[in-house]
């Protein structure tokens, strides 16, 4: 078949057309399109069905593992389709990586350097026994934050733009140098035993709880697809975004147990950011499990946070 | 859009132009008259009356009453806040600076001109040319005159925001937190840096738009 591959402003990308076996699938597409067009490897592609101008409706995107067949309505040996440059990408495990690595190595240089030395406080600083577990537990965070983005997520889509590394990097780093820097402070002022005790074990708890629904998340992208499944068991049952919720829950742990204005500023702005995640997943599978032509209809569940999302 | 909205913006813009004129005529009367030492004292109670009614105007970018976006309109009511509470307000050392003059007669054109402008566009649904032309050329005087009067007063406060520890908050404390009213002028003083040209070349597209659209009419 032959397909021709035209830019959003109609402007043809590739002169002549590509020619394809009929069985052809996205992927071969993609590849096709890289020989002719060497900046744009397949990741940076994104590829569309033309829609009528004026029209309100969102174009169908291709998908790599279908084949081009299922995109053709009817006349096989041609097919049109609109191509977007989704800029530089950086595969999810890389970016998460670096996201990660971060937190994971600021936070302990403010507990094990003499950094508040430099910024005016002079004099011995005592190391109270809540700002020794803080470290574990944060560390312990990360460290499972990165091994669980090596071994255990499927992601949906492979790359994201190389924009996000600054962005999100910008995000974590600066936040854990933040928390850091309050935590481990000479003039910290630790909660009594029992409120860290009691925020410590809520935090592992859902820690550990987490790790849980990462791993049920994964399971339902057995077959290594990027698809979307009903999410069931465990907390799923009652919450869709059940892995956010133990998120959520394990910082409030940590904060109840270190006690800082900095740790909570984090924690509303990581909730914020993942009740809008939570939303759009939420808002998703109701949309792709809508009961109808034998598909399964999407359960009444809260979104993130019961009793209030 | 609504009859009750257009009413509200129309009794909004008007009233805010007032307590505008009047900042603006007593600037200039107790400058003339008394000198650029009394001219904070003079313009105090109506101009924290006007700037702080701005604070409905982010209200309004956020439900949607009016256009602009909140990304414009943010910056720039955050910094003739924190210009007029923040340093005037809370250190009257620097109110007998001749900043103060530049500051709030600046202000006071740049804004008698816009909330006319508005007042006259929501009353009677389009302005007279005149008033449009004012309202995007004027800033290209007064936005730099404001602007550097903003940060001449915000440094000259420094020293006496290091002394007096306003507003400061010390470590030990039950939360752990700590903030630096000094530390936070200077951070504020450098978002000026990429916040004045952004806001200047905002008007200056709006300029475009507008003043292109009137000569096509």
New interface residues.
Partial sequence: MKVTVTTRSGRELIKGQVELNDSATVVDLQEAIHKRTKKYYPSRQRLTLPIKPGSKEKPTVLQSKKSLKDYTDGNIDQLTVVFKDLGPQVSYPILFFWEYLGPLLIYPIFYFFPVYQYLGFKGERVIHPVQTYALYYWCFHYFKRIMETFFVHRFSHATSPVSNVFRNCAYYWSFGAYIAY??N?P???PVTDLQMKIGFGIGILCQVSNLYCHIILRNLRGDGSGGYQIPRGFLFNIVTCANYTTEIYQWLGFNIA?????GYVFLIVAAFIMTNWALAKHRRLKRLFDGKEGRSKYPRRWVILPPFL | MGFLSRTYLTIYNWTVFIGWAQVLYLAVKTLIESGHEHVYDAVEKPLQLAQSAAFLEILHGLIGLVRSPITATLPQIGSRLYVTWGILYSFPEVRTHILVSSLVISWGITEVIRYSFFGTKEAFGSAPSFLLWLRYSAFLLLYPTGISSEVGLIYIAMPYMKVSEKYCIR????????FDYFSAAIATLGLYIPGSPFLYSYMLSQRKKALSKTKRE
């Fill in positions: 309050y935590v402070h003039l910290y002022t270190t006690q800082t204005v900095a | 470590m030990p404390n039950k939360w752990n937190s700590s």
